[in-house]
Nanobody, 122 residues
Framework: QVQLVESGGGLVQAGGSLRLSCAAS????????MGWFRQAPGKEREFVAA????????YYANSMKGRFTISRDNAKNTVYLQMNSLKPEDTAVYYC???????????????WGQGTQVTVSS
């Protein structure tokens, strides 16, 4: 069992940056692939980024490449999402999730956090 708690969301102007954190409970965090997803009002939850259990491999949705960076610190049981050059269309609730694999599909993730709101003003 893994419990996930996101933090770091907020209101930022377009072009600004935010760093999201996701703290995980449980001794097996380092064995899980981790992902970030987001969901805007009236839209499906979409993939943002994923990182393998070791941190060696990362994968991004095309619209986030070059702007977002996912990383993890297994000693701290935490995964991060650094978001730069934010745009109003990045406004959404951001969720972290844990998977026994390494995937961009939300269906492969077993555990989810409660989400943190990111609002980008124009």
């Amino acid at each position: 069992q893994v419990q996930l708690v996101e933090s770091g969301g907020g209101l930022v102007q377009a072009g600004g940056s935010l760093r999201l954190s996701c703290a995980a409970s449980g001794r097996t965090f380092s064995t899980y692939g981790m992902g970030w997803f987001r969901q805007a009002p009236g839209k499906e939850r979409e993939f943002v980024a994923a990182i393998s259990w070791s941190g060696t491999n990362t994968y991004y949705a095309n619209s986030m490449k070059g702007r977002f960076t996912i990383s993890r610190d297994n000693a701290k049981n935490t995964v991060y999402l650094q978001m730069n050059s934010l745009k109003p269309e990045d406004t959404a609730v951001y969720y972290c999730a844990a998977s026994t694999g390494y995937s961009s599909s939300k269906w492969d993730y077993n555990y989810w956090g409660q989400g943190t709101q990111v609002t980008v003003s124009s």
